[in-house]
Every structure is written in structure tokens, then in C-alpha cells.
């Protein structure tokens, strides 16, 4: 679970990588420039799919953490559970409510 969890949290920092450039890119494309953001795109490319990823392998986390925890069963860093489990809802929220 410790090696998942550490996975996850590097899922969960491409996702907000991701968002960046995503932002990024549309504000570009407002201003009229429609060359690349970055010189590597397959580096951007791979991490977008991690990021995108991301919502189904944070959800697979938090189901799984949900149900150790009610076990007691969890010895996990609390940071990096809490980052995890925080970036859940917000991702919910960036994929299916906003309007980017």
C-alpha cells in the first residue's frame, strides 16, 4: 500500500501539472500564439495521461484507504494520505464541474 500511496501522490502532482498547462495553453491560444507551450511534447504528453489518469487511480486509493482505515489496518504517511485524499474532490471538481 505504501508504494500505491507514494504512486498515487505522483499521479495527483501530474494532475495539477496538467491543469497548469492546460490553463496555460488556452491563454496562449486567446493571445494568438499557437506554437507549442513546451519543446518536449512527449514529456508534456506523458504527463497529462498521468495526470489524467489520475481521478480513476486516486479513486481505487481512497475507496481502498476507506476501507483499511474502518479495518485499523492503515500505516501510511499522513501527509501524502491527506494529500491524496484532498485531491479527490477537487479533481471530481476539475473533471466534471468546471468549465475549462
Do not use: H
Amino acid at each position: 500500500m505504501k508504494v500505491f500511496n507514494k504512486l498515487v501522490f505522483i499521479c495527483n502532482i501530474a494532475c495539477i501539472v496538467t491543469a497548469i498547462l492546460r490553463l496555460v495553453e488556452i491563454q496562449r491560444r486567446v493571445s494568438g500564439n499557437k506554437d507549442a507551450l513546451t519543446a518536449l511534447p512527449p514529456m508534456e504528453g506523458i504527463i497529462a495521461i498521468l495526470g489524467y489518469g489520475a481521478i480513476f487511480i486516486n479513486f481505487i486509493f481512497v475507496l481502498t484507504f476507506s476501507i483499511l482505515s474502518l479495518k485499523g489496518k492503515t500505516i501510511l504517511p499522513k501527509w501524502i494520505t491527506y494529500f491524496n485524499v484532498i485531491m479527490f474532490p477537487i479533481q471530481i471538481w476539475y473533471f466534471f464541474f468546471s468549465k475549462f
